[in-house]
């Protein structure tokens, strides 16, 4: 940063509009994760824990690859997804008078949780793989 700072208010409004489809909905989380690897290069700082579980993501994907060999290689992947459609069933109880979702639509809630956070943890990695071939100090034209 420039010397300058960044405030945080809840005194701005902003308005979402959520994405009609999964293949923008990961789009726009692939950008989140590239954005926070620049920002863990950039200003060289470990992100928190809670930061970093969705990132783990990729990597149980790519482990999953394995499970020819192992079924063993099955369960951090079996277990994120598990936890991602339980997930959607307390968020969609927790929220249903202010949307008003059936529980008929809880495990899209978890679906959607799944597709944010697999496209975010790989936007993360593809963006340090990418610094890491090209000189992490290196600017982007």
């Given at each position: 940063m420039a010397g300058y700072r960044i405030w945080l208010t809840d005194a701005t409004e902003m308005t979402y509009y959520p994405r009609s489809t999964p293949s923008g909905l990961f789009k726009q989380y692939f950008g989140y994760g590239r954005g926070r690897a620049r920002n863990v290069l950039k200003h060289r700082v470990i992100p928190r824990i809670r930061q970093m579980l969705p990132l783990a993501i990729l990597p149980a994907v790519v482990l999953a690859a394995l499970s020819f060999v192992h079924w063993v290689a099955l369960i951090p992947l079996?277990?994120?997804?598990?936890?991602?459609?339980?997930?959607?069933?307390?968020?969609?109880?927790?929220h249903f008078d202010e949307y008003g979702l059936p529980m008929s639509g809880a495990p899209l809630v978890g679906l959607a949780a799944m597709i944010m956070h697999l496209a975010r943890s790989s936007g993360f990695w593809l963006h340090l793989a990418q610094a890491a071939t090209s000189g992490f100090g290196a600017k982007r034209a």
């Open positions: 079996l277990a994120r997804c598990a936890l991602c459609i339980a997930m959607g069933f307390v968020a969609t109880r927790k």
